[in-house]
């Protein structure tokens, strides 16, 4: 059977590990994998914007507006 909550995990998981490793298109495919399947995975760019606060502050998110603004487009 087909299972969104674990298909919509796999995303947001696949997200914060591309956001991490500062790949943004695999975490913008991942974020669309994330929200086709399910519509909480929307909350993938606050996870990744809390994230970045927790470990590198809120300089960080000026930084990387760039991403967040592809996150945003998707």
């Known amino acids: 059977t087909f299972n969104e909550e ?34 909480t995975g929307i909350l993938g760019p606050v996870l990744v914007a809390l994230l970045d606060i927790m470990t590198h502050g809120l300089g960080e998110i000026k930084k990387r507006t760039r991403d967040y603004l592809l996150y945003g487009a998707v």
């Not at 947001?12 to 994998?33: E, Q």
């Open 6 to 39: 674990l298909l919509m995990t796999f995303g947001v998981l696949t997200m914060l590990l591309a956001h991490l490793r500062r790949r943004a298109f695999i975490a913008v495919i991942g974020l669309g994998i994330a929200v086709l399947s399910k519509e």
